[in-house]
């Protein structure tokens, strides 16, 4: 029997929770690329899920929101539920608290691996 994917919502959500991570070197506008490229290397990012929204590419085709990464960092024309902002050696990652449980996990493990790799 197939996995039941978690459902995750669609609409927005108040970005209540606040994780701040420290980097070796001051990021400040990069932070964001540097946040989600190291989040795509992570297990959780890739999990499937289902979320009635998706996004457009510029040609009109509908991309998916089927993943965790996808829900949490957006596609182009959805703009997802996290905001990444540099400050200093810090990176302060902003995203709801009311996240099922898995996109909590998702974020400290992002968070792990960047402050793992000083």
Request: some cysteine; glycine content about 8%.
């Amino acid at each position: 029997m197939p996995k039941k994917l978690q459902t995750f919502p669609s609409a927005s959500l108040p970005l209540d929770a606040i994780v701040e991570i420290t980097v070796p070197k001051p990021l400040g506008v990069i932070a964001g690329v540097f946040i989600q490229e190291r989040a795509r290397k992570l297990d959780l990012y890739n999990e499937k899920i289902e979320c009635f929204a998706e996004g457009q590419d510029k040609d009109g085709k509908k991309i998916a929101v089927n993943t965790i990464g996808r829900w949490l960092f957006g596609v182009p024309g959805y703009g997802g539920h996290i905001r990444v902002v540099g400050v200093e050696d810090k990176v302060l990652l902003y995203y709801p608290k009311k996240s099922l449980k898995v996109v909590h996990e998702l974020v400290n493990s992002i968070k792990d691996s960047v402050e793992a790799a000083k």
